[in-house]
Structure formats: structure tokens, C-alpha cells
């Protein structure tokens, strides 16, 4: 008998994305050396292969301020904003993408907000090493889409990638996911809705067609609307 879809999904744990482009710029190339030493996230290796030694986020400050995750930041636009307009927040992006990383970096550089720690990893290593109950908020904007069904199970969004959510956001943590694909955004609400960790913040039928006026939008996000796609917007918080 097949597995059923669920343990299908829990398991499917292959890096598909890009890590590399083209070559950095100068500018690029100072930024890692000399901005991004202070602002990476201090991980250990843990003993199992892949994975990281158990860490508290917020140690990673040095301050009480609540901690907020952003999930694949790409160019780093809507991370760096957040930062920005919330001083009294640390964020920590997690991108496996180097020009991604290099991009966040000037956006940093030129808004001079330092309560960032970056990562250059795939974040499903970092998920099971965070401390139960450490963030505040998740950000997973435009994760690929995949959208052909065999490539489903590459989504960063599973069953499993929100079990970990549910373990690492403290009760009334918020959960913010965007996407342009409609079969995505089917995904996300039916893996996301019944999940009993989650409550959807919709306040009526077209809810998921706005972003909230703290909610900037990414250049990926952007060029999506230019060629006519229309994303969805959803916002769930942690139960009590
Ligand atoms: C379509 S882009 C969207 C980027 C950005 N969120 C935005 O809206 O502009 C998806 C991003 O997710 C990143 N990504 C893909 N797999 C990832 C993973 N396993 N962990 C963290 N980030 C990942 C990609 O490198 C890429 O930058």
C-alpha cells in the first residue's frame, strides 16, 4: 500500500532551488566581507548529517526584543523594510541564494537597520534547531511555486513545515504566507486551515486579495503583477 500523502510530504527533503547566479559586483563582494561578518546568524554543526546544534534565536541579539523569521527573503526588499520600521524587532532571514544574501546586505547598508541576523542555508535545517516557542512571526513570501504536480512536494510549504511553525511561534505569533499561484494558494489554505495550530485571519471572502498596510510589496511579488498575476495574501495565528 502507497504511503499516504501526508507522510509523503513529511519526508520530501531535497534542496531544488539556485544558490548561486552570476558573479557579484564589487559592491556585492565588500558587503559579504565586511557587513555581513557581523550579521550572521552563529550556528553550530549538530551531530546528526544537515543539521545545526540546538539554538535560542534570541540569544542571537543579545536583547529581549521578539524575533521574527523571513523564509527564502530573495532580494531582501520586504525584510530589510521590516527591519527598518521596526527597530524594536530582530529578524533572522534565511536564504540559500548568495545574490539574495549580497542584495538583503545593500538594502541594509543603505537603510542602516542592524537587527538582522542572516543565514545562507535552506531553512529546513534551521526549523528543528530553533527553541520551541522562540518567534513571533513567520514570513514566507512567493516561496517557488512548483507548480507542475509531480514537483508538489518540492514546495516549502508541507504539512511538516508547519508543524515546525506551530512548535517555534509563541501563542498569538503570526504566520504572513503570499503567493501567485493559484494552486498554491489552494495548498496553503488546505494544508494551513485545518491545521489545529492555526486560526486564519480572514475577515471576509476577499480578505486574501489585500496586504495589510504593514505588509510591503517584493520585487518578485511585483514583477508577477506586471505580467498580470494576482497574489493572495494570508495571515493565520498561532492558537492559544
Ligand atoms: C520566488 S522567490 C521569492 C523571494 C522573496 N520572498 C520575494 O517575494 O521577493 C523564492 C525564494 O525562496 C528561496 N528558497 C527556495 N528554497 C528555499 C529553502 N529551502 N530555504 C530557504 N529559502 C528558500 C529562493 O532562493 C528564493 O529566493
Not at 51 to 77: C, D, K, M, R, T
Amino acid at each position: 500500500m502507497g504511503e499516504a500523502p501526508v507522510e509523503q510530504e513529511r519526508k520530501s527533503r531535497t534542496f531544488y532551488g539556485r544558490r548561486q547566479g552570476r558573479p557579484l559586483r564589487k559592491q556585492a563582494t565588500d558587503l559579504m566581507e565586511n557587513l555581513l561578518p557581523s550579521l550572521t546568524l552563529l550556528l553550530e554543526l549538530g551531530e546528526e548529517k544537515n543539521s545545526y546544534a540546538p539554538f535560542n534565536p534570541a540569544e542571537q541579539f543579545g536583547n529581549g526584543n521578539p524575533v521574527w523569521l523571513e523564509i527564502g527573503f530573495g532580494g531582501g526588499e520586504h525584510l530589510a523594510y521590516q527591519a527598518e520600521h521596526n527597530p524594536d524587532v530582530n529578524i533572522i532571514g534565511v536564504e540559500p541564494f548568495i545574490n539574495g544574501v549580497a542584495s538583503l546586505l545593500k538594502h541594509l547598508d543603505a537603510n542602516g537597520a542592524r537587527n538582522v541576523r542572516i543565514h545562507q542555508a535552506d531553512v529546513r535545517q534551521v526549523l528543528p534547531a530553533m527553541t520551541k516557542g522562540s518567534l513571533e512571526r513567520v514570513f514566507l513570501l512567493f516561496p517557488d511555486p512548483w507548480h507542475k504536480t509531480r514537483h508538489n512536494k518540492r514546495r516549502l510549504l508541507q504539512v511538516e513545515t508547519l508543524d515546525h511553525f506551530a512548535r517555534l511561534l509563541k501563542p498569538g505569533g503570526e504566520l504572513r504566507m503570499a503567493t501567485d499561484d493559484m494552486g498554491y494558494l489552494r495548498w496553503m489554505l488546505e494544508r494551513a486551515v485545518p491545521h489545529p495550530a492555526f486560526e486564519w485571519q480572514a475577515s471576509g471572502p476577499s480578505d486574501w486579495d489585500r496586504r495589510t498596510p504593514d505588509w510591503p510589496q517584493t520585487r518578485y511579488e511585483e514583477k508577477g503583477v506586471e505580467k498580470g498575476r494576482k497574489p493572495g495574501y494570508l495571515r493565520f495565528l498561532r492558537k492559544a
